[in-house]
């Protein structure tokens, strides 16, 4: 049994409301030099067999099909 | 500027609706050998200064105070 994690982020050059809205508000929390934040996903994905490239291939491909819209968003896959 | 990542995952013991029907479509788009999906947060946040033990304890607080419910959900804080 493997686990893949897939990181899916927006590009740089989309706009981030969700990040943008916990900048703004981390100043009024007491938390200062934060300078940006941005909000992405996350998914862990259980693969059968072992975490080989073959199952990293498998979590990009769903990335691609599923998890992420690549017009407006990024992925990265890694083995955990 | 220290990037630190802070990940944030529904609980073990808490239900995840979301990862549940991402698990449940894959075999209809032609994906077999999954057996679980979770789907959490993922947070990149700029900080000034260097990716030091400070800049970590500081997402740290800032997790715990404003990007996770710790009721339901568990948080990890690491430089990148």
Redesign the interface.
Known sequence: ?ARVVV???LKPEILDPQ?QA?VR??PQ?G?E?????????????????PADEAALE?AR??AE???ANTVIESFEVHAE
Chains 1, 2 share one sequence.
């Not at 030099?33 to 067999?49: L, M, N, P, S, Y």
């Open positions: 049994m990181d899916v982020m990040g916990i508000k981390l929390l938390f030099g934060v300078t940006a934040v941005r909000q992405g996903k996350r998914f862990e994905i259980e693969v059968d067999g498998k491909k769903i099909t599923l998890l």
